[in-house]
């Protein structure tokens, strides 16, 4: 885990990931399907170059049958193609005091591709897992050090979680080949949790006969209350929306400019274990809220549009917010410190966005 | 001109700027033309929805026959495709101290795409400029405040710079029609100046009289020794070489790690005026130099790219660094000092990177 900084202030080595791991701009909302090169990215170590005429993906361990798949023979398989949205468990971390360092995400950790690929369970059935098997280790080709340990990027899923259908190996995006730095030739999907089980550039899968307890998994993406506490594990994402922000920015604050009349706002709304159900709008910093209107999920794991109309009758200074609600009553909190943990993750701390209406 | 710090740390607004305008990671340069999604990005204010069905250009101001072009009308004229290596004149801004604030970028806002369209002169001609003319107005539909004016990001070119055959107006990118962060549908290329001068989003083209005086023009994009200092335009890129960090990174610090034994080291070298006619290869932060092999351009505006062998005998600490000269025999600094400027522009310092041997 990293260190945690009092600072408002920023260091030269959070900027850099900054740089290297792009934001969706918020403005971005407006498409149901993010463009490429908008959709958000989080690129622990190098992109790696693998080449898709030589590509294999072994697949091994406590298995009967194993296997080496090239790129053809899963481009052979049945092709699913879905909407899925995407969040980093990270997205809003530079908003917790104190703050852990890393990515500093604001909002824009986000993105919602149209992803192609064959389901994995198939693939894991044809190889024949043993029932010794307990966990599916999902190994990408990206390499480097974090926190002093070198290691290939790696995440494991329960077996059951892993035979999901909606589970998928993708090598499109967008109706194109997977981009370089969204992980080609061969990724994986996990539809509902946060963007650190979706593998890239995947190496190998390997099934375990036992709990996988490798550095991304058992010390990285856990909700600590403290750096003693051991934690438990970041998984599905939670109940998110964000409204593309009114009027006109100014370059460097993002403080947004408009003239009194009616706005019509509109964003998108997400989360992972339940549908969203409800989604609001505040124009006074979340003291009084109203329902906005919310359309059609894309999908089981795609995002919804919403809107609302804003009267924004008076000049002055106005800070507008969005919450949204899922079917299990899940909602967002108003205050970042409801959200503080120690690694900065899974906070889901409602949108604010500051307009001056002249 | 934005205010400057003497911190070494980073504001909230610097981060989301970052956020936003998304680098090229350095890897990248293995690619001759930049992936979609990896070029840099530098976005004054949102990206603009321009819908290309019912898009229109006008081309207007002192001229004989004003023109109204659809999209449709300027790729029925002849085209050209370019490789154009493109660089923001901010780049390397966070290595100068103090720092202007504003896009805090590092080595990284580069990219080389190839850009489809159709130049840009003989729709001047067709429009008949008159003998008053002076200046061409380039306006985007991307419009925001800066310093406290509200604007159209705008800005010109002189009368014999926007007739000069390699500017164009593009409407693809990689072979793809162009992206909405680059500047859909349509937008300017000026190959040989820094990122600034190619306006995306085209809203229209005016022929001035006059100087264009627009604050893009005359206040911002200017090398200045101080505030007060009224400074001379940021026009050409000059030389400047990158090379792809070797070894795998650390995740924080991007510190290189690598084992003993021969290291190819390759990236790439462009300049703006003036061809790249060597790179040289240091291990030893500057101190002593080898010449690089360089390969050849691509095209009269795309980048070069160029290799060494580094023998990393020993294990230790190493500073790499790459120089590039062109023709007309300018350089780069070794000291950040001697880039130094008011606003942060035209630092083409040379790059250094960590290495840990072990």
Redesign the interface.
């Known amino acids: 885990m990293?260190d945690i900084t009092r600072?408002?202030?920023?260091?030269?080595?959070?900027?850099?990931?900054?740089?290297?791991n792009?934001?969706m701009?918020l403005?971005?909302l407006?498409?149901p399907v993010t463009?490429?090169?908008?959709?958000y990215?989080l690129?622990?170590?190098?992109?790696p170059?693998v080449d898709p005429t030589t590509y294999e993906l072994p697949v091994e361990g406590s298995v009967r049958s194993p296997l080496r798949l090239t790129l053809d023979e899963i481009k052979a398989r049945p092709a699913v193609t879905a909407q899925v949205m995407m969040e980093c468990s990270g997205n809003g971390r530079?908003s917790l005091h104190p703050r852990a360092?890393?990515a500093?995400?604001?909002d824009?950790a986000v993105g919602c591709a149209e992803w192609t690929g064959t389901p994995l369970g198939p693939i894991l059935e044809e190889a024949g897992m043993l029932d010794e098997a307990v966990e599916i280790v999902f190994t990408g080709h990206d390499?480097?050090?974090?926190d002093g340990v070198?290691h290939y990027y790696e995440r494991s899923l329960s077996v059951e979680e892993a035979l999901r259908e909606e589970m998928l190996l993708a090598y499109g995006m967008n109706g194109q080949p997977l981009?370089?730095?969204?992980g080609a030739p061969l990724r994986l999907i996990v539809p509902d949790w946060y963007g650190m089980a979706s593998v890239k550039w995947l190496k190998r899968i390997i099934v375990l006969n036992e709990p996988f307890d490798g550095i991304q998994q058992t010390a990285k993406y856990q909700y600590k209350s403290s750096k003693e506490d051991p934690g438990t594990p970041i998984t599905h994402k939670t109940p998110h929306a964000l409204m593309i922000?009114p009027g006109?920015?100014?370059?460097?604050?993002?403080t947004r400019?408009l003239k009194p009349g009616r706005v019509s706002i509109q964003g998108r709304a997400w989360s992972g274990r339940s549908p969203i159900e409800r989604v609001e709008f505040s124009s006074d910093g979340g003291l009084t809220w109203e329902d906005a209107s919310l359309g059609e999920q894309a999908g089981r794991y795609g995002w919804a549009g919403w809107s609302c109309e804003w009267e924004a009758r008076e000049p002055g200074e106005y800070e507008l917010c969005v919450r949204a609600t899922d079917a299990a009553g899940n909602t967002q909190p108003l205050a970042p410190e409801e959200s503080w943990n120690y690694g900065g993750y899974q906070n889901n701390t409602v949108q604010r966005v500051c307009v001056i209406v002249e």
Chains 1, 2 share one sequence.
């Open positions: 990293s600072s408002q202030d920023f260091t030269r080595e959070e900027v850099g990931l900054a740089l290297r792009h934001g701009h403005e971005g407006r498409y463009p490429i090169g908008m959709h990215l690129i622990h170590f190098d992109i170059f530079a360092i890393s500093p995400w604001q824009e390499r480097g050090v974090d070198e981009p370089p730095q969204h922000p006109v920015p100014d370059y460097l604050s993002r400019h």
